[in-house]
């Protein structure tokens, strides 16, 4: 599988040096994510689950 940007020979980041570039830039932003959006994700969905569980407990004692 392909991915869009691998024709793309450039630096991402600037802790990396110019001679320890990775072979394709699209693969470094698809693994070097931010972990921190991934828990407001996580606790986002819990939050909602959540939510929509009291509503339906709400509805159910109706």
């Known amino acids: 599988m392909r991915t869009a940007g ?28 931010v972990p921190v959006l991934d828990v407001v994700f996580i606790v986002a969905t819990l939050a909602l689950f959540a939510l929509v569980a009291l509503v339906a407990k709400g509805v159910e004692k109706l």
């Open 6 to 33: 691998c024709g793309i020979r450039r630096v991402l980041h600037r802790s990396r040096a110019p001679h320890r570039a990775p072979a394709c830039p699209a693969a470094v932003i698809v693994f070097s994510g």
